[in-house]
T-cell receptor, first 114, second 115 residues
Framework: QQQVKQSPQSLIVQKGGISIINCAYENTAFDYFPWYQQFPGKGPALLIAIRPDVSEKKEGRFTISFNKSAKQFSLHIMDSQPGDSATYFCAASSGGTSYGKLTFGQGTILTVHP | GAGVSQTPSNKVTEKGKYVELRCDPISGHTALYWYRQSLGQGPEFLIYFQGTGAADDSGLPNDRFFAVRPEGSVSTLKIQRTERGDSAVYLC?????????????FGPGTRLTVL
């Protein structure tokens, strides 16, 4: 059962543009939503994360928008740079007995053209 | 400081063989996770340790897979009678605590190829 659906699979933007990646989840027990960035040959690295008690979180050029009623969240990358070219994964986890077990989306390959 | 390290970085084996994959977590991290990442997919949870004990092994695909963390630090993922479908990148992550909001730091992974 795929619990976190991510789109698009790939995204091409021009330098300076806005990159938007969307995720939808099914499990209402999820209460922590991180985004990870992965470069080829490397492990995923945490980019930014949000809890469902807020609708938006911004860190530098990266913003998460969260819609609890729709069970959707998205990552916005402002002023996209070629160095942002990587694969991005949304993820979700719940507290309680699931501890930190992360459920990942399928990933979005972002290419930023100079 | 040093991050999560995994050895070997690449492992090529033949179908039916036994393999061991090692993970060295960040010093002081009590929680350790194993994930498997197939080509073009997101990581999939395998097993989670809090200290020496496996707190959740619900993601292990079958009994050919086993993991240990005998001293609460280094962990080894063991795969018996490997199959071609086991080919993937095996990722290890660690976090300071087992709170779901603690950042998980991932290693670079071990790429396993079963011929």
């Amino acid at each position: 059962q795929q619990q976190v659906k991510q789109s698009p699979q790939s995204l091409i933007v021009q330098k300076g543009g806005i990159s938007i990646i969307n995720c939808a989840y099914e499990n209402t027990a999820f209460d922590y939503f991180p985004w990870y960035q992965q470069f080829p040959g490397k492990g995923p690295a945490l980019l930014i994360a949000i809890r469902p008690d807020v609708s938006e979180k911004k860190e530098g050029r990266f913003t998460i928008s969260f819609n609890k009623s729709a069970k959707q969240f998205s990552l916005h990358i402002m002023d996209s740079q070629p160095g942002d070219s990587a694969t991005y994964f949304c993820a979700a986890s719940s507290g309680g007995t699931s501890y930190g077990k992360l459920t990942f989306g399928q990933g979005t390959i972002l290419t930023v053209h100079p | 400081g040093a991050g999560v390290s995994q050895t070997p970085s690449n492992k090529v084996t033949e179908k039916g063989k036994y393999v061991e994959l090692r993970c060295d977590p960040i010093s002081g991290h009590t929680a350790l996770y194993w994930y498997r990442q197939s080509l073009g997919q997101g990581p999939e949870f395998l097993i989670y340790f809090q200290g020496t004990g496996a707190a959740d092994d619900s993601g292990l695909p079958n009994d050919r897979f086993f993991a240990v963390r005998p001293e609460g630090s280094v962990s080894t993922l063991k795969i018996q009678r490997t199959e071609r479908g086991d080919s993937a990148v095996y990722l290890c992550a660690s976090s300071f605590r087992d709170s779901n909001t603690d950042t998980q730091y991932f290693g670079p992974g071990t790429r396993l190829t079963v011929l």
